[in-house]
């Protein structure tokens, strides 16, 4: 065997010896661009301060990676297949790592936003191509162990990120944040070459670019409305944006229906089985990044924990995750994956039930049990509804399922943090305005209190430190009566910042709670439609998780 693979993967000796190693490539390369998002999350403050970040600003910083990520995933996926697929991880390999440094040299919001825009679109080449050559690599009796590890390895980055960053915060600023991609990125693009076959589509049919673009213009325009609206308002921006991603969505549809290679064969979705697979995890995502968006600002924030012991914190949910998947692996065989992913999202709903307890007294043992819940639901029922997906496309289109199943997570994280978000703003807000009803600080004090829980935190810490101006006036006073006067009005702010505080954490808290609340409604409802969609195991003598998905979803449409 060569060291340096230059044999496509359909030509290899089967099954390839190295596909376990081949794998770990592909999982480092999907780890590093979840953490990208993850990582930020806690690195957030230190960019806020240091680069005078305003609010729109921030949410752009994180949003300018979501938007060409999620928007280009389908046509690269498409043009993987017809190249290369190991060319599309190289390539977005080193486009990210390029981004990465672009970050960390950034000095400015705007140079910031474009880093982050470079490394999404390193992502979209990425993506999917882990998943189309992992699918490639293995056979098909495999496939479901090694997707199984593939989504477990999602799992663990969305709880390593914040423990990266907040051990790197520790000694180093916020762009360290960027740089640490670069190393992990360039070892995953060499050992690519070394231990990852080439591959790509067996046909020499054109790409169908015009349905690409179309699906980049609506998934685009659509990410772009989900975060604008709720973040900034209903103006003139987020409308034409929906307008844009309506009709571009129908123009989308319209084409591919139409062509005679479509990049996506929208019949597919008229499959219940398949469908249901897209909704399960789109809802999945909604929860996981809406619940994780606002744990990490309470233990952050309500609970003062620095970033890495937030990141620690996670853990668990990281653990959970490789035990609900290694369940599901010998689970899905034996009932289905009807009754598996049900059950994940039973769980995923749960898990957002017991946040409605949180309130101003709860410590981080109350938050324990839902992230354990929360990672054994996602390993439970994210790697099954993957497994469905890929196995609905022929082995000429694993770039373009792939595709589909990340804008699927994509479009679902983007709706949790923009709808659970907005929800977790405006009911904070509404507490807190009830909670300092009365007060004698001035109104545009307040507004700036209930934009959010940091800011907050800010003016509780701002008054506080004019009680101590104070007390060190009084204590420095020779009049007596004058230091009198100091040190009651020390007393008084010091009280009102005591309030404050309290009240922000209760507030927060509270919205929480009302958050959770709205999430596990919704995800609750989303598990009764995907329970009616997907199929239930076959009668008969039991197959190999792939073949029966792949029958099961899609019969005749996969060929």
Not at 253 to 266: F, I, S
Not at 311 to 323: H, Q, T
Not at 423 to 432: E, M, Q, R, V
Not at 457 to 486: C, F, H, M, N, W
Request: charged share 15%; proline share 4%.
């Amino acid at each position: 065997m060569r060291l340096f693979l230059t044999e496509p993967v359909d030509q290899t000796e089967r099954p390839y010896a190295r596909r376990w190693w081949a794998l770990l490539v592909l999982c480092l390369s999907l780890l590093i661009i979840v953490m990208a998002n993850t990582a930020l999350t806690v690195a957030a403050p230190d960019m806020t301060r240091d680069l005078g970040l305003s609010s729109a600003d921030l949410q752009w910083v994180i949003d300018g990676y979501t938007v060409p990520y999620a928007a280009l995933m389908l046509l690269f996926g498409a043009i993987g297949d017809k190249y290369s697929r190991r060319g599309a991880l190289l390539l977005g390999l080193t486009v990210f790592a390029g981004g990465a440094v672009f970050g960390y040299l950034a000095d400015s919001a705007a140079t910031v936003i474009a880093a982050r825009a470079v490394m999404g679109t390193g992502a979209a080449l990425i993506m999917p191509a882990t998943l189309s050559l992992l699918a490639a690599t293995f056979p098909r009796a495999e496939r479901a162990k090694a997707i199984t590890l593939w989504t477990a390895t999602a799992g663990l980055a969305i709880a390593a990120g914040p423990v990266v960053a907040g051990a790197l915060l520790k000694n180093h600023g916020w762009a360290s944040t960027f740089l640490i991609n670069v190393p992990i990125a360039a070892v995953a693009l060499v050992a690519s070459l070394f231990l990852v076959p080439p591959s790509k589509a067996g046909h020499s049919d054109r790409v169908d670019h015009v349905g690409g673009l179309l699906s980049v213009v609506w998934i685009g325009s659509l990410v772009y409305m989900i975060i604008e609206g709720p973040h900034f308002g209903w103006g003139v921006k987020a409308v034409t944006a929906a307008v844009v991603a309506g009709a571009g969505l129908l123009a989308f549809v319209a084409w591919e229906l139409r062509h005679p290679r479509p990049v996506l064969d929208v019949r597919r979705f008229a499959h219940r089985g398949f469908a249901g697979a897209n909704l399960a995890v789109a809802l999945f995502f909604l929860a996981v990044f809406g619940a994780f968006y606002y744990l990490t600002q309470h233990l952050q924030f309500v609970l003062g924990y620095d970033a890495l012991q937030t990141g620690l914190r996670m853990l668990p949910l990281a653990g959970a995750v490789f035990v609900g998947s290694a369940v599901t692996g010998r689970l899905t065989p034996r009932v289905g994956m009807k009754w598996t992913v049900t059950a994940g999202m039973v769980g995923g709903t749960t898990a957002l039930a017991l946040l409605t307890r949180i309130d101003a007294t709860s410590s981080y043992g109350d938050f324990l049990a839902p992230l354990i819940i929360l990672g054994l639901a996602i390993g439970l029922a994210l790697s099954p509804c993957t497994d469905a997906i890929m196995g609905a496309f022929p082995e000429s289109q694993l770039g373009v399922g792939g595709a589909v199943n990340d804008t699927s997570i994509e479009l679902g994280g983007s709706l949790g943090i923009a709808i659970l978000g907005s929800l977790l703003a405006t009911s904070y807000s509404g507490h807190l305005s009830d909670a300092t009803a009365g007060s004698r600080l001035p109104a545009a004090t307040l507004a700036t209190a209930q934009d959010s829980v940091g800011a907050g935190y800010a003016v509780a810490q701002g008054i506080s430190e004019k009680a101590r101006q104070a007390a060190a006036q009084a204590a420095r006073a020779t009049d007596p009566q004058q230091a009198a006067q100091l040190k009651a009005q020390a007393r008084e702010l010091a009280a009102g910042a005591r309030q404050m505080a309290d009240a922000v954490g209760s507030s927060f808290s509270s919205a929480v709670a009302h958050t959770s609340l709205i999430g596990a409604v919704v995800l609750g409802i989303g598990t009764v439609v995907v329970a009616l969609l997907l199929p239930g195991r076959p009668k008969g003598a039991a197959e190999d998780s792939g073949e029966r998905q792949e029958r099961e979803l899609v019969g005749s449409a996969a060929n």
